[in-house]
Each structure stands twice: as structure tokens, then as C-alpha cells.
């Protein structure tokens, strides 16, 4: 795959923002979720039954400890515990996020040999994340200078 140049990525305008503001704005007017009283929707991890939840947490493991945002409102999935937020609380999430300073788990680039370079886990990265040795990450390349890991 071709790696994206810094010009392909579109960068959200002023008129985007001020529309997903005009947006959240509106769903808080209307006073309740709008996934209110859905139930029987489908898990989109393991198949199993989603019901409207008004009291779901989101949790995030930053370098400085752990983030919770409680009362969040959307769906949860009664067997595997998955959880879906609405647009509202989408919205407190992502407030939440620029509040934070610039942060992450600084790591060495490390010749491997062969025109391959490798990347080590820290400990404190190994603490909060969820893999284990052999298994499949996959990463995105989102600039020249910035890239997400998947497991
Ligand atoms: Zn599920």
C-alpha cells in the first residue's frame, strides 16, 4: 500500500467543526438520547444482543493514570459487555480529550537488520494495553510522522 502524503490528509475546515457543533448542540436540546428505548440491536463484535444503557463508562489509560467518564449514555451488548456511545456523549468524550495535554509512551526505533527497523513495548505500555507475543498488529499510517497500532 502506498503511503498517504501529508497533503492527502484532509484536515477538518472551520465550516466541519462549526457543523458537528451545530450538531451536538441539537442533540442536547432534544434532552434524551436518541437511542433511547433501542434494544435487540446486534453487536457488531460477537453477534450478541445491544440494549440502550444510560449509565455506561468509558475508561482510558493515558501515561499520567487512568481516565473514567462516568453517565455516559448508548448501547451495551449484554454478552460481551461492548459498548456503543451517542453523538452527545461522544461529544463529553472528545471534550475530555483536548482538555489532555500531548501525550504517549515514548519508544526507541531500533535497527533490526535486513532494511527492517523494529519498535519495543515499554513495561508501562505492556501494563495498559490488552496483547500478547505473537499476535497480529496492524498499523495505519495517518501522516509522514504519525501512525496507528491496531491489535
Ligand atoms: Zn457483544
Known amino acids: ?18 457543523k ?3 450538531l451536538l448542540v441539537k442533540i442536547d436540546k432534544m434532552k434524551k438520547s436518541p437511542l433511547k428505548g433501542v434494544s435487540g440491536g446486534e453487536c457488531p463484535t460477537c453477534g450478541g444482543i ?6 455506561l463508562t468509558f475508561e482510558y489509560y493515558t501515561p499520567g493514570g487512568k481516565i473514567t467518564i462516568a453517565n455516559l449514555k448508548g448501547l451495551e451488548c449484554r454478552r460481551c459487555g461492548d459498548q456503543a456511545y451517542d ?25 533490526l537488520g535486513a532494511g527492517k527497523l523494529g ?33
Open 1 to 18: 500500500m502506498e503511503k498517504p502524503r501529508d497533503e492527502e490528509i484532509h484536515t477538518a475546515t472551520k465550516e466541519e467543526m462549526d
Open 50 to 55: 445491544c440494549d440502550y444503557a444510560d449509565d
Open 119 to 151: 519498535i519495543y513495548f515499554t513495561k508501562d505500555l505492556m501494563r495498559v494495553m490488552d496483547f500478547k507475543p505473537g499476535e497480529k498488529a496492524i498499523i495505519t499510517p495517518i501522516t509522514r510522522r504519525k501512525m496507528v497500532v491496531e491489535i
Open 87 to 111: 453523538l452527545k456523549s461522544v461529544g463529553v468524550i472528545e471534550e475530555q480529550f483536548r482538555a489532555l495535554p500531548p501525550s504517549g509512551y515514548e519508544v526507541g526505533i531500533s535497527k
Open 20 to 22: 458537528v457543533r451545530r
